[in-house]
Every structure is written in C-alpha cells, then in structure tokens.
C-alpha cells in the first residue's frame, strides 16, 4: 500500500478524485468521502481517467497558477510568457486567497521557476489549509536545497525533465541541470514527499521516452507525465518542427516498456484544451482548441472569475 494525500469531491453521486502527483481526474469506483484523503495510490491508478471537460463542472477540477515568470534557466520550449509583470507578494497572497476559495480541487504551482519565491511554502500552505490538493512543478535546481520548508505545504512535487542523462538534458536546460534535478529528487524521496518526473514530449526527443521511464524506475519516483508539446511563449519558435500529433504520441507512449508499480501518463493537446492558468499577472488564460492557443479570460478578483464559461466542465 503507497498511502498519498488526494483531493475528492462529489458531483451527482460520483466520487471524482484529483491525483496532485500525476495532475489526472478519476472516477473513483468505491464509495469515498469528500475532502483531502490519504488513499492508496495504486489502488487509485485502476480507477478509470475522466476528462473534467465531460464532467459538467461549473469550476475547473484543477488549475495551474504561475506567479511568477523569473527563471533561473532559459529552456527553448518554455511556455510562459515573460513579459507578464508579476504580483508582489501581497498580490500572490490575494490571488492565492481567491484560488483557495474557488471550489477548485487541485492546484499545481508552477512558473517560471516557483522555487525562485520565498514565499512559496507560504503559498502552498493557504491552499491546501482551503482544501486543495497542492503540487509544485520545479526544473529541481533548488529542490534539494528547500525541501525541508515544502514537505508540509505540499501534496507533490513535479520535476521536469527532458532526457535521462546529463548530456542531452543539460543542451536544453543548461549546465548543471541534470544533476539538481536528480538532486532534489533524491531529497523528495528521502523527505516522503511524492514525486513525479514530467517531461515534455517533443520529436527530436521522443525516442528518450524509454529511457526516462528506466531513469525514474532508478530513482524511485511513482511515474512519468508525458506532456505533448505545446506552442505557446519561447516554445512557438519550435512548435513547426517538434510538435507530435496526439495519435503518434500515443503510439509511443503504448509502445513503452512500463515496469510494475510505475504511473505512466500522457497528457494530450486534446486533453488540456480548455485548461485553466493564472498567470503572473493575476489574469485567468486557458488553452483554446486542442491547446494551440491560449487567451486571456480576465483578471482574477473572486473566486467566481475561475468559473468555466459556458458551464461545460473545462479544465
């Protein structure tokens, strides 16, 4: 049994159950109270997927929210838009606040670089305090260096990596990379806290996927989120020539050698169509269709500016 924190609610007599580790909705196929609810993770992993847009929610299920756009890397394929201004730590607050306030079942904090923030465990710790399941996404250059302030805000750390060694990775991400990275991943591990590798699935890359499966089968992470590339900030530039299509990614992905116990996830363009973001600037974006764009909904200045246009679930 691998006992986690996850975050249940109940719509029409449906348990659905939001994983902070993986990012995935599930339809939970026992009867289990709402709430934040230590479960056994791999019992949850059987649970069939549901795509919160096929739900009918009138919130998202979850949402990432980025306060800030610094970085102490400068990755090709980023998606963030840096010339967002960012929110004082007053503002984060306020945002956080109103994120917490929302009804929204997980919250994955992201940037930029969120370990960049003070306050983030802060942060973190005003979420899950209002109910939400929190999970942090870091490149691990600090990860090592903080984990002692994050194992009790956090629900789940998300590292992201782009390829199982030092060499390919670091030509993304730079210098150093790779082994911060694995750094802070050992610290996760030794603090209990879970912890999954993310990689972004390009084309030039994609024939690294077996090798990230092996690496975090070595490192004793519970899984891979594949994420299928997506062309928003610095990435747009490389979006012609290494986006996947969502079939050819997910015949990689099926073609994948997965030892026992270890979650594999792809996250499609057609799943995150309509995912919801706050950015830096305390405004809500989300993907258009099959995540190609993203736009600007409206500034965030109650929980209800979260709401899903049109009441169809997206998320």
Known sequence: MTPRTF????FDGQAIVY???????RLASRPVPAGRRELDGDEVRGWPLAHPAGLGLTMPVSVCWSPLVRCNLACPHCLDDTSLTE???AGRASIGRLIGASGVLGVDISGGEPLLLRDVPELAGCLSAAGCAVSLTTNGWHLARRIGELTGPLDAV????DAPDLCRHDALRGEGSFRRALDGIAACTRAALPVQIQTVLMATAARHAQGIVSLAEATG???????????????????ASEMLSDQAAADLIRKLDIPAGLDIRLRTRSAAEGFTVIRADGRVWRNGADARTISAA??????GDLAVQ?????A
Do not use: E, I, Y
């Open 298 to 303: 409206q500034r965030l200045t109650c929980p």
């Open 19 to 25: 994983d902070p580790c993986s990012g995935a909705t």
């Open 87 to 89: 929110r004082d730590a």
């Open 221 to 239: 992470v519970s899984g891979v989120t594949f994420l299928q590339m997506l062309p928003f900030g610095a990435a747009n530039t490389m979006a």
């Open 158 to 161: 998300r590292v992201s990596l």
């Open 7 to 10: 975050r249940v609610a109940t």
């Open 310 to 314: 049109g009441k169809d679930g997206s």
